[in-house]
């Protein structure tokens, strides 16, 4: 029977359309398509399969063109590896950032399977002087002025990947999501999945690669999903790239009441971007960590589930605190980052609930 306790799906923005995953209802490593967080910037492309192409352009011996038959007749590959939209976490700034205002449901997990984006490239051939290559989407639209900067009339939503992430193991070009033909809000017939990246590397609706010779200086490059970086002195304009180390607390939900003295299962999930996730603390006290229970498969970019039991020893306010750590050491840290630009929002967000003496009668959904 279906569970008419689901929570929906948040849709954000009807037109293009935008729609959250309610995170309260993780309970899988693999989010269903139809489930899965939508994030478009132009109308949907509706395009025919029939007469779709992939062009590859640019720098290469032999410029090409693919149909999706060519595409899937070449050796196949699959990468499990969590999405997250750069925006996820927004509306936790203060004051608020310009933008969609996602709460945790810009992200999920799932299986892309497609070919190596490095295969392509090499039926290609591509020059010695290639430095990226351009992924363009067939959606195009004017960005106004409402926006952060307008753009020149209408354009594509075009990002490029430095060489050495276009020939690695973790840059497909994707036609199925969970074994499934790619849905059209997902890129159908073909996109990009970028394993440690944030979502705006994955190109949906693929029509070009283009491989370019010097850093692409595009709308979505230059302009957004772009932060700024301090590793080079006087700080600079970067892209946004790999996603930053993160955990979030899916149960129990912000306001829940739990009974003292009966365990609670505090259940999220955590990644991180090249690096991979190591470990995931949980505080509920604001003073002490305690080291979460991993759950389900261990990929190299797939994210984990963690669990943590908690007996609240008294009645009373608490805020239950994750905390990710990838691993090289980085941590999730405690408060914002500065210059992130409204993106990439990883600080610990407290989750509030109530702790109230066991009534007498049945245990609640979420006390095991
Ligand atoms: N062509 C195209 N690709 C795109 C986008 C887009 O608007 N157009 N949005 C990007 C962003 S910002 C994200 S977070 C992911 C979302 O993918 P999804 O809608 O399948 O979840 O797609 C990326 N690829
Ligand atoms: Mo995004």
Same mark, same amino acid.
Request: glycine share 8%; charged share 20%; proline share 9%.
């Given at each position: ?12 923005? !009807? ?27 132009? %109308? ?33 590959? /699959? ?9 996820? =976490?927004?509306?936790?700034? /203060? ?15 799932? @299986?892309?399977?497609?070919? @190596?984006?490095? /295969? ?14 351009? @992924? ?9 002025? $409402? ?17 050495? !992430? ?6 497909? @070009? ?6 499934? %033909? ?16 944030? =979502? ?17 200086? $595009? ?32 149960? %129990? ?19 991180? $971007? ?21 759950? $389900? ?72």
């Amino acid at each position: 029977m279906p569970n008419t306790d689901q929570p929906a799906p948040i849709v954000r923005q !009807k037109s293009p359309l935008n729609v959250e995953y309610p995170f309260s209802a993780l309970s899988r490593w693999l989010i269903p398509a139809d489930q899965f967080y939508v994030r478009n910037h132009f %109308p949907t492309p509706n395009l025919d399969e029939r007469i779709w192409r992939l062009a590859v352009t640019g720098a290469v011996r032999n410029e090409l063109t693919l149909d999706l038959p060519a595409l899937q007749a070449m050796p196949g590959t /699959e990468l499990a590896a969590v999405m997250e939209c750069a925006g996820n =976490g927004r509306v936790f700034y /203060e004051p608020p950032k310009e933008g969609l205002q996602w709460q945790t449901g810009a992200v999920g997990n799932a @299986l892309w399977s497609g070919v @190596l984006l490095r /295969e392509v490239l090499a039926r290609a051939g591509v020059s010695a002087k290639a430095v990226e290559v351009v @992924l363009i989407g067939a959606d195009r639209g004017v960005i106004d002025a $409402g926006k952060k900067t307008a753009s020149p009339g209408p354009i594509a939503f075009a990002r490029s990947l430095p060489l050495a !992430k276009a020939m690695s193991d973790s840059a497909l @070009l994707a036609y199925a999501m969970n074994d499934e %033909p790619l849905g059209i809000e997902h890129g159908f017939p073909l996109r990009a999945a970028v394993g440690g990246w944030y =979502g705006m590397a994955w190109v949906k609706w693929l029509v070009e690669i283009r491989v370019v010779e010097r850093p692409f200086t $595009g709308y979505w490059q230059a302009r957004d999903y772009i932060r700024w970086d301090h590793g080079l002195g006087e700080p600079t304009l970067a892209p946004l790239t790999e996603m930053e180390v993160k955990a979030q607390i899916a149960q %129990p939900v912000s306001g829940a009441i739990v009974h003292v003295g009966q365990p609670v299962r505090i259940f999220g999930a955590a990644w991180a $971007g090249e690096a991979g996730l190591a470990q995931v603390l949980v505080s509920t006290d604001e003073r002490t960590w305690q080291e979460a229970r991993l759950l $389900g498969p261990a990929t190299p970019f797939g994210w984990r589930l963690w669990d943590y039991a908690w007996t609240p020893p008294a009645p009373g306010h608490y805020g239950l605190r994750c905390r990710a750590i990838d691993a090289t050491g980085a941590t999730q840290p405690d408060a914002p980052q500065p210059d992130r630009e409204g993106y990439a929002a990883n600080w610990i967000i407290p989750i509030p609930v109530q702790a109230v003496v066991a009534p007498d009668g049945p245990v609640d959904d979420f006390v095991i």
